[in-house]
T-cell receptor
């Protein structure tokens, strides 16, 4: 099973809303990632969790708040977003020491209105 | 720093034509190299990988060979199908870790009947 599951698939939110994106994997991977992808662009790394600890924050604004409650789950909490934050948000996972590849979910298409 | 350069798209081919998408990279040491594919409205799928010089990655009729002397990882397929229409991303990661995936800009492939 090489599946990373993201929910919801689509999300529309206002600039004053608070929402959360969820990601789950059952491959036993201990590294999980959030990427942001704008239209016609490659994914850009936002955060990396390694063994449930935040190891990389690519200078992401504080309106994005990641959380890793356990080794299978990764959340991205959203608050006071701007329309330019509209994008496809991708979750990925990998297993340190087991291979360099990362496996991606289907993404959450976020629209901020 | 690390970087990946892909040929500009879109690439438009007739079904059963031969495909080449060029990819060159700049990196220190011995990175791992990947091709990911993104179908419309979906996340990224790992298509193939190579982890050391002269390795050939292959999957679903696609192939790419890790050429350290030319720092290249060109994607090829002998006979494309309409269902291969997608965006293809070349990517690399430093030795032994998926933490810092560096993507190329992506190449859109359109296959027509």
């Amino acid at each position: 099973d090489t599946e990373v599951t993201q929910t919801p698939k689509h999300l529309v939110m206002g600039m004053t809303n608070k929402k959360s994106l969820k990601c789950e994997q059952h491959m036993g991977h201990r590294a999980m990632y959030w990427y942001k992808q704008k239209a016609k662009k490659p994914p850009e790394l936002m955060f990396v969790y390694s063994y449930e600890k935040l190891s990389i924050n690519e200078s992401v604004p504080s309106r994005f708040s990641p959380e890793c409650p356990n080794s299978s789950l990764l959340n991205l909490h959203l608050h006071a977003l701007q329309p330019e934050d509209s994008a496809l948000y991708l979750c990925a996972s990998s297993q340190p020491g087991q291979g360099p590849e990362a496996f991606f979910g289907q993404g959450t298409r976020l629209t901020v209105v | 720093g690390n970087s990946v350069t892909q040929m500009e798209g879109p690439v438009t081919l007739s079904e059963e034509a031969f495909l080449t998408i060029n990819c060159t990279y700049t990196a220190t040491g011995y990175p791992s190299l990947f091709w990911y594919v993104q179908y419309p409205g979906e996340g990224l799928q790992l298509l193939l990988k190579a982890t050391k010089a002269d390795d050939k990655g292959s999957n679903k009729g696609f192939e790419a060979t890790y050429r350290k002397e030319t720092t290249s990882f060109h994607l090829e397929k002998g006979s494309v199908q309409v269902s291969d229409s997608a965006v293809y991303f070349c990517a690399l990661t430093p030795t032994g870790t998926a933490s810092k995936l560096t993507f190329g800009t992506g190449t859109r492939l359109q296959v027509t009947l």
